[in-house]
Structure formats: structure tokens, C-alpha cells
């Protein structure tokens, strides 16, 4: 049954390929006209649409996987011309976007939607007139810009070669079920079963599901997962309580003497005394036990 599981998400993958991919054929302009597009690319949205357009969401984020970026890793896109490249979504340097290595400016920009030919056309030298802010930068913001400048000056457009997407599994280029299912398979591709009490409760919306299935997987940007992602430098990684910890997952959620007494308002509130675990897995199978054995206890406890 785990190999059939592995079997079916890279058949799966092989339908995410093919929407980004064929984008003029007449399925993929549907695609476009019911759920839109961005820049000429059928919108991904995750919570509306048929069971198969949210099963193809879930395949794209990973849900449920050791690596959970195991798809949109492998697909990355080659510029060309730079003309259906996103500027700051795609991946145009290195194995990061640049809406993520340089968040900030991201999300300072006017042009989040600009391809790399539009940003080139305008200049996206130190001054040019790619960089449009909502406000004016501070100087450390600008120290910033001259980074990414630093960067894009090794990046070349060629005219005469379209942008493509390329699959990085597999010496084609091009995605094969087979190339997916072998990375799948050399993995430990299910690693729900020890917090799966926590994992897509009803009564909880899906935005909040998905983050704590994040949560989880140590996937969220915390500052020390930002820092290993070489977005932030080790001098930055400080919890944003100036308690002078590192602000990883633990931390943040249970640790930290200013936010993890939430916990604590939470156990006042429920008329429990009891001291919580440090540890996000001790933590939670601690907090779910005290709802007692009932069913309908441990589930109200589990959606808290």
C-alpha cells in the first residue's frame, strides 16, 4: 500500500508538470478561465474547486510528506528571454526565489508580478526603474537592493531562447512518473502517523491546518530555518522577544517567557494546573491526554 501511495503521487506530479507546462493546450486555457491565472499561468488556490484540482493542490505542497517541497523544488524554471519568468517567484538565482531570499523587498515591490524581461527592460541596476517601492527605503533596505544587484549581475538573457520549465530529476529535462517515483521511494515519504491526531480536523479551517501540519514538519520560517535557507545571516537569528535565545520551532511556540505563556492562559482558562513540555511532540500528546479518555474530549482537546 506504501508503494501504491508513491505510485499515485508521482502520477499526480506528473499533472502539476503538464498545468504548468501546457499552458496554451485547450485544457489548460480552462484551467485558466476557472480558477485564473497570474502572468499567463493557471493560478494555483488551495480550498476551492473539484476534489482533483484540491488533491492536485495537496500533491504540489506535500502534504503529508518527509519533503514536503520534494515538487516545486525539482521544478524550476530556465530563463531565456526572460519573458514568462517571474521575477521575484520563479527561481531565477540560485535554489531560492528571490521572494524569499529577499523578503523584504518582496514585499516592499510594486512589481511582485513582473517578469525578468520587464525587470531587465527597466534597469534593475542600483537606481533603476525595476525597483518600485511603496515607500522610500530605509538605509539598511537599501543595502539590500544593492545585494540583489550584486546578484542579478551574473544572470544573462538570451533573446533568442524561449524560458522553460525544467524537471531537475531526470537527464530529459522533462518529468517522468518513473524519475518521481524513485525519488519518492528513496525517502521516508510518510511521517503523519506520529501527529496525525493534530492533522486535518474539520472543525478547524484549512489555513490553520496546514499550518500546523507545517509546524510539524519544521517548515514554517522561523529564523533559524530561515537562516539554513541563507536568508538570514547568524547574527539575525535572535528570538523577536529579545530574550536572547535562538528562535526555532521549540522556542517560539513553548520556550519563550513571552510568548509561550499563552499556553499557560490556556490552561487557566480550561481550569487546569499543570506544567507543559518544552518540546513540540511532548508537548501536544501531554496537552491532547488531558482531555481525559472520552472521544469527544481528546477531539476538543486536539482542536485547541
Known amino acids: 500500500m506504501k508503494r501504491l501511495k508513491e505510485f499515485n503521487i508521482s502520477l499526480m506530479g506528473k499533472w502539476v508538470w503538464r498545468v504548468l507546462e501546457e499552458r496554451d493546450s485547450l485544457w489548460g486555457i480552462v484551467l485558466r478561465a476557472k480558477y485564473g491565472e497570474e502572468c499567463g499561468r493557471v493560478r494555483f488556490a488551495e480550498g476551492v474547486g473539484l476534489i482533483w484540482w484540491l488533491h492536485l493542490n495537496q500533491i504540489r505542497l506535500g502534504v503529508g510528506l518527509a519533503d514536503a517541497t520534494w515538487l516545486v523544488d525539482n521544478i524550476v524554471r530556465q530563463v531565456g528571454d526572460g519573458r514568462t519568468t517571474l521575477f521575484w517567484v520563479d527561481l531565477v538565482l540560485g535554489d531560492i526565489p528571490l521572494a524569499t531570499s529577499f523578503a523584504r523587498l518582496f514585499e516592499l515591490s510594486k512589481n511582485k508580478l513582473a517578469t525578468v524581461s520587464e ?129 526555532d520551532r521549540d522556542h517560539l511556540f513553548f520556550k519563550c517567557d513571552h510568548y509561550g505563556c499563552l499556553w499557560l492562559l490556556i490552561s487557566h482558562w480550561l481550569g487546569i494546573d499543570t506544567v507543559l513540555h518544552g518540546d513540540l511532540y511532548a508537548h501536544s500528546y501531554q496537552f491532547f491526554a488531558l482531555g481525559g479518555f472520552s472521544k469527544n474530549s481528546r477531539t476538543t482537546f486536539s482542536i485547541i
Open 119 to 247: 525587470m531587465y527592460t527597466l534597469g534593475w541596476g542600483v537606481g533603476g526603474e525595476a525597483w518600485k517601492w511603496r515607500r522610500r527605503l530605509f538605509v539598511w533596505e537599501e543595502l539590500l537592493v544593492g545585494e540583489c544587484v550584486e546578484r542579478l549581475s551574473i544572470l544573462v538573457l538570451q533573446v533568442s531562447l524561449a524560458d522553460r520549465w525544467v524537471w531537475k530529476l531526470h537527464p530529459s529535462n522533462k518529468y517522468t512518473v518513473q524519475s518521481a517515483y524513485t525519488y519518492l521511494t528513496a525517502v521516508d515519504v510518510n511521517t503523519t502517523e506520529d501527529f496525525h491526531h493534530f492533522l486535518w480536523l474539520k472543525a478547524v479551517s484549512l489555513k490553520v491546518n496546514i499550518f500546523v501540519w507545517r509546524l510539524f514538519l519544521n517548515r514554517l520560517a522561523t529564523k533559524d530555518n530561515l537562516r539554513t535557507g541563507h536568508v538570514l545571516d547568524v547574527s539575525q537569528v535572535s528570538c523577536a522577544a529579545s530574550c536572547g535565545a535562538v528562535e
